[in-house]
């Protein structure tokens, strides 16, 4: 795994079925829909960031509950739509304990 | 998101705790900032836990966590400081512990928007889950 520029990674979303959330924030939250829903399937850029580094990858890892290395797939073009897809599907239900 | 996001009180609650509180005046991020994280580190686990109440401004309202939230910090893989809330599934990481706090609270309500507000027949089954989370979790005072 290694830092992507972050028009790298916008790309990569937008063209998994990412969508743009158009709030203004200090940030850019891409979120994917599925079946015409919104998922917590999300990944969250520094607005301005000319790159996203490996920790930002595996942070944004960790809150979706999948591998870094296969969240490094998606934002890197090795997944497909189908793969992206496929990665939500079977990630595990979310938990947390109070 | 307001500086005051996250506030640290300086009682030190035990061994590997910091008290937070929404009393204290300044914060007092230098008590937790205080470790120099080793990447190496990072397999042993949360360095330290925090408890902070949090208060995030969103496009509804303002939320203020309906009690403490328990914070683990660690170290990213680059050394940096990474925070997370079990009980949200959320996190951030960024250069100081100050921002990875804040890049956390801008999660929590960038969702807030994205996902409370939203009406439900619009959410995947996960994304309902994560707002009755984050609605449990906060209050909101429009």
Redesign the interface.
């Known amino acids: 795994m290694r830092a992507l520029s972050a028009r790298e990674v916008r790309d990569a979303l937008l063209s998994k079925g990412f969508f743009l ?1 158009k ?1 203004p ?3 850019e ?1 891409y ?1 994917l829909s ?2 015409g ?6 990944f ?1 850029i520094s607005r301005g960031a000319a790159e996203v ?4 990858i ?2 944004n890892a ?2 979706i ?1 999948v591998p870094p290395s296969e969240l490094f797939s998606v934002v890197s073009c090795s997944y497909d739509a189908q793969a992206t897809r496929e990665l939500h599907d079977r ?1 595990p ?6 | ?1 307001s500086a005051e996001a996250f506030q640290v009180d300086s009682t030190f609650a035990g061994d590997s705790q910091f008290g937070l509180s929404r009393a204290q005046a300044e914060p007092r991020w230098s008590d937790a900032d205080r470790p120099t994280f080793d990447p190496a580190l990072s397999t042993r686990g949360p360095l330290t836990s925090l408890r902070t109440v949090m208060y995030l401004s969103t ?1 509804a309202g303002r939320l203020v966590a309906k009690s403490p939230i328990k914070v683990e910090v660690s170290p ?3 050394g ?1 400081f ?1 925070v ?1 809330a ?8 960024a250069d100081t512990l100050e921002a990875a706090a804040q890049d956390l609270a ?2 929590v ?3 807030w ?3 409370v507000e ?1 009406n439900p027949e ?3 089954s ?2 309902i ?2 707002a009755d ?1 984050l609605r449990s979790t906060f209050d909101l005072a429009r």
């Open positions: 959330d709030r924030r200090d940030h939250m979120i599925v079946d829903k919104k998922s917590d399937f999300f969250k580094r490996k920790d930002e595996a942070h960790r809150q509950r990630r239900p979310r938990s947390g304990a109070r | 998101v496009v990213s893989q680059e940096r990474s997370f079990p009980v949200l599934g959320l996190g951030g990481v801008s999660t309500e960038s969702l928007d994205s996902l939203e619009s959410l995947t996960d994304a889950l994560l989370r």
